[in-house]
């Protein structure tokens, strides 16, 4: 019985012995619910076991009533996973001893079932009761859902062939359900005080644990990935897309024009990193030859872009004048091929 | 020496409808574990139903039958009390024999 249930039974009792006192306020509306009334809609069967019926049915008759009622939407081993995710299965002899059911956990489980997953066994009474057969809800006697749910124990393998079910030994079968120390309320989503304290909540304290940084913070964002060049254009003008306020900002992409600029830029700043800068200018002759003149000495040569990768790799003299080329092992042949490229078509 | 099947086995005018719910692992052999060495293949090859001496069924499962595979099949004749045996063997030379009375 619920909390409301309790206070619509005060409300009834105050209400037989004070005549109209309940209802003084709302004269003509409503009246007390009767006791026959607030019994036939008590029908809760809550974990310990309060709100039982008694009765008792055993597996074989609960075959019967499987059968006839439940395989057609849940087959008849509980197997079916079309109406509804199976009923049976899924659960091994140890889970039975260890209450826990460590398929969950493993990943094994290619399908989780009901009794994968419930923990307590008054949950599946009460809902068959209540909710089953689908077509006629609360239509089961007692009798019949003790019978089912012995039933589906034995298919589960937590009881034999031959076992009869009632509200006298429910409580021993409900410690043998494979998940039934499944259950934790440690989450802050249910009332009421910890579980130690004699709640079944843990006070509303969240699980989730967003401490606000006080010391040893970092001290600054470091970016970790930049947008590749290929994907620049992939989504037009990034920067009209993004808010104009707040930490994010898109990047300036505006069409291939602006793609091949920020490729350029790349590649100057990687020509300034290799040390490339100090002995060649763009448009003249530094230590070594501009670039503009060693595009227009190659410019025809299909081999060029070998040719020339090689050279900047070992390094040489001749080509251009006497003073040597220092040899550039250092450098990703990778970047080196970008930085020929770049020379070869014209370094902006 | 598997676990055991579950069979249903229920006639209705004349025809006897079998249910069974057969437990086995049904590995294709095309799995991979954690480690990235291949889960070796074990699934059932033959599996046939019996009806006193006469079979009823003969059938050759393979590898693209499930984990845990559900059968139900249904033949004219069968008597309630008369005796159904399923059994199977699977590649590993493992097999398995039940039974169950018709109702």
């Known amino acids: 019985m619920s909390r409301f249930s309790k206070s619509i039974l005060v409300l009834a009792l105050v209400g037989a012995s004070t005549a109209t006192f309940a209802f003084d306020s709302f004269k003509g509306v409503g009246r007390p619910a009767t006791s026959a009334e607030v019994k036939a809609w008590d029908i809760d069967v809550r974990p310990d076991f309060k709100g039982l019926p008694k009765g008792s049915g055993n597996v074989e008759r609960g075959n019967e009533l499987f059968e006839e009622k439940c395989a057609s939407c849940h087959g008849s081993f509980g197997e079916s996973n079309e109406v509804f995710t199976p009923l049976a299965g899924g659960t091994t002899a140890d889970d039975i001893k260890t209450g826990r059911v460590k398929g969950l956990s493993s990943g094994e489980l290619p399908q989780r079932t009901t009794f994968t997953k419930v923990s307590t066994i008054s949950t599946v009474f009460d809902y068959i009761q209540r909710a089953m057969p689908w077509t006629a809800p609360k239509s089961l006697k007692p009798d019949e859902v003790y019978a089912i749910l012995a039933y589906l124990l034995n298919l589960q393998e937590i009881v034999p062939g031959d076992f009869t079910l009632s509200d006298k030994n429910i409580g021993d079968v409900q410690k043998l359900l494979p998940n039934r120390n499944g259950m934790t309320t440690d989450h802050g989503m249910w009332p009421g005080a910890s579980a130690k304290k004699g709640g079944i909540g843990n006070g509303g304290k969240p699980d989730t644990d967003n401490k606000a940084c006080m010391k040893n913070c970092k001290p600054e964002v470091l970016i970790g990935s930049t947008l590749p060049e290929y994907a620049r254009t992939a989504h037009g003008e990034l920067a009209e897309q993004y808010r104009s306020f707040g930490p994010v900002r898109g990047t300036r992409t505006l069409g291939p024009e602006a793609a091949k600029k920020a490729a350029e830029a790349t590649t100057m700043e990687l020509a300034t990193k290799s040390g490339c800068m100090a002995c060649h200018g763009m448009k003249s002759k530094i230590v070594g030859p501009g670039y503009n003149e060693v595009m227009t000495r190659y410019a025809g040569q299909p081999d060029a872009e070998g040719k020339l990768v090689a050279k900047v790799k070992a390094g040489g003299a001749g080509a251009w004048g006497s003073i040597p080329m220092p040899p550039n092992g250092h450098l990703a042949d990778e970047d080196i091929k970008t930085l020929v490229k770049w020379i070869l078509s014209g370094a902006k | ?103």
């Not at chain 2, 692992?25 to 006469?54: C, N, S």
């Not at chain 2, 008597?79 to 398995?96: I, L, Y």
Request: hydrophobic share 40%; no cysteine; proline share 4%.
């Open chain 2, 1 to 103: 020496m598997g676990n055991p099947m579950k069979i249903r086995a229920a006639n209705k005018d004349g025809v006897t409808e079998i249910k069974a719910l057969i437990s086995h692992e049904m590995e294709t052999g095309q799995r991979k574990d954690a480690a990235g060495a291949v889960v070796p293949a074990w699934f059932i090859t033959e599996l046939t139903a019996k009806l006193g001496d006469k079979i009823v069924l003969a059938a050759e499962f393979g590898p693209s039958v499930s984990k845990n595979p559900y059968l139900a099949f249904k033949f004219k004749g069968g008597a309630k009390g008369d005796k159904v045996v399923v059994s199977w063997k699977d590649n590993k030379g493992d097999s398995r024999t039940d039974e169950a009375v018709i109702n």
